[in-house]
């Protein structure tokens, strides 16, 4: 896997960059992370560099962000917005905007594990403490961390990407209304952009039902979801529910009673442009719920 770095600001010398940093206490980091197929991954991280006044040697804990939109491109509102939130919750945050179609599967699998590995080569730099790194998924991209945080794609990791699973496997997976299940409530549209024509393949869409692949690998689960979900029904929730219970994984799901597909936060930040409908009161808790389990988890 090849990795490009980019310079953090469209122009300007790097003392210049060391000197931003230094004032406004901030990493800003932009790498280029180059697919199998010749596609190109963009990485961000918004990193808090440590202070004199507070807690010098600070480690952070770290979530990596990965945005939905069905495998067909990476939503702009469940990408910095989100990571900002948890920036000022305390965390070192990252986002791969992992490549989507044309790719097909394992391209943008490979990405998110070269971002993991990228994380945890840097943990000196980037005040991470490489043991407390989660993934944090929407819709599509929630099926592409779960893909990540189980066994699914252990072999691909290996032997495409040249890494051991484990090492790029996170220690939490947390699920904003995820993509599970490649069965009778499955977002097809997801499947048809990952498979192309590959999406009726049944051996293949077993193996990416991540209901059936929930084992003793799989790290602890956050998840939330909305019971009136038109796009993404809840049954893959209580499919991942169900699967977790089974295999002894611990989980937390959090069912809102309203609100439709694709909420990121659910406030007037990342509402759709012209959807009012992704304001949801009762749902914009759930990034304060998130940073309980992980307070708690890590």
Known sequence: MEIRARPHMASGSYRELFSARMMYGMQYIQQTIVGIDGS???FFGYVADNSEEMEPDRIRPAILIL???GYAMTSDREAEPVALQFLAKGFAVFVLRYSVQPSRYPVALLEAAEAMRLI????????VNPAQVAVLGFSAGGHLA???ATSVGDEDIREQGGMDPDAVRPNALMLSYPVITAGKYAH???FQCLLGDQAHNQALLDKFSIEKHIDAKTPPVFVWHTMTDDAVPVEN???LIQACRAAGVSIEAHLFPEGSHGLSLANAETA?????AHIVECVQCWPDLAEAWLRRLF
Do not use: I
């Open 40 to 42: 190109e991954a963009r």
């Open 67 to 69: 945005p939905g939109g």
């Open 120 to 127: 945890r080569a840097n943990v000196d730099q980037w005040h």
């Open 146 to 148: 779960a893909n990540l």
């Open 188 to 190: 097809r549209g997801s």
């Open 237 to 239: 929730t209580l499919m």
């Open 272 to 276: 759709g442009n012209g959807f009012y």
